[in-house]
């Protein structure tokens, strides 16, 4: 028996040895870092993510603890709001808080309570890539002595790294069914920055039923006041509508046209450099309104305020093709968050 305990003395006193050894020598400092790129706006991946309550949806440890009691305080998606979560042995306890924001990242101070209390960085990298959105999910950790000597011994990179590769699968399946949802049967595309341009043309208010002839008109009246300045269009021709409710249309038939050209006769506006929102609609003009029915709901669903004119531009018409079905007409809004 004296032997056996002489043993274990010994066995424990060596592996203590051992631990503060690869503690005093081992590496203190590690950084694990995963990627995905998602099909949706950079605007909509930073905006859902920087929302700690939805955390809870595609976080990688949420299922390893169905009652794990979850809370979010401070302005939730601003600097301050923090996530704190509390569950089983395996999902342990501590918060993430928000300590920076900026367009392209966030940074969040992650603390431990159990099974270990430990604090460190972790930052969320969102870089356009192709038309996609790359997430990039880091994080970084110094181990204190001698808890580093112990995580010598094990592969924290492959264990942390396949939570972090889950939890991203989960966020690129819920913002691209997000990015892609049907409104009516239109996809709504976001473009962070709609290219600034000046139209020119004839504004007027006319009975909705009289709209098709007004426009024609005053296109053809556009194109001579341009041709007779010695400018043309620089883009396909384009309605701008200011309201189009009760019978009466408030609507400018116009180009876009080069900042130097002459415009005598003509009213002007410069509209872009701004957030838009763009339905692509083939078919014939008659039914064009389905695709703004289409951009009020999801106006209405996202909480966007909408910032009149909306633009209807004329790519493929009866002029290039002689196929209704495969005219091509871009709705496009401009809003602003409620």
């Known amino acids: 028996m004296v032997k056996f305990l002489k043993f274990l003395l010994y066995a424990a006193l060596t592996i203590l040895v051992v631990v503060i050894a690869l503690g005093l020598f081992g590496k203190k400092d590690y950084r694990v870092v995963r990627s995905i790129s998602i099909d949706a706006p ?87 890539e192709e038309g996609l959105t790359k997430v990039s999910w880091v994080y970084d950790w110094r181990a204190p002595f001698p808890l580093n000597g112990l995580m010598m011994l094990t592969d924290i990179d492959a264990a942390l790294g396949k939570d972090f590769v889950m939890g991203l699968e989960n966020l690129e399946r819920i913002l691209e069914e997000r990015a892609h949802r049907k409104y009516l049967g239109f996809e709504v595309k976001e473009e962070e920055v709609w290219a600034e341009r000046i139209y ?83 078919g014939g003009y008659e039914g064009v309104g389905t695709a703004h029915a289409a951009m009020d709901v999801y106006c209405l669903e996202n909480g966007l305020k909408i910032v009149p004119p909306a633009i209807e531009e004329y790519v493929v018409g009866p002029d290039s093709e002689p196929d209704t079905s495969k005219w091509l007409t871009k709705v496009i809004y401009f809003a602003d968050k409620k």
């Not at 509508?241 to 002459?262: H, I, L, Q």
């Open 200 to 282: 020119a043309g004839v504004r007027q208010t006319v009975d909705t039923a009289q709209i098709g002839k007004a426009y024609s008109d005053g296109l053809q009246k556009t194109v001579g006041l341009l041709s007779k300045a010695g400018g043309s269009p620089a883009g396909p021709a384009t309605a701008l509508y200011w309201s189009w409710e009760g019978g009466r249309s408030d609507f400018m038939a116009a180009f876009p046209v080069n900042a130097t050209t002459t415009t005598s006769g003509l009213a002007t506006y410069k509209l872009g450099g701004r957030k838009a929102y763009m339905i692509e609609y083939l």
């Open 42 to 128: 950079r605007s909509m991946v930073v905006d859902y993510v920087r929302h700690l309550e939805n955390f809870k949806e595609w976080s990688p440890w949420t299922a390893l603890d169905p009652g794990m009691q979850i809370s979010v305080t401070g302005v939730d998606g601003e600097v301050g709001a923090s996530y704190q979560w509390k569950g089983n042995d395996k999902a342990g306890e501590g918060s993430q808080t928000i300590t920076a924001l900026k367009e392209d990242q966030i940074i969040l101070k992650t603390e431990f309570i159990r099974p270990f209390k430990s604090s460190s960085e972790t930052r969320f990298d969102f870089t356009l």
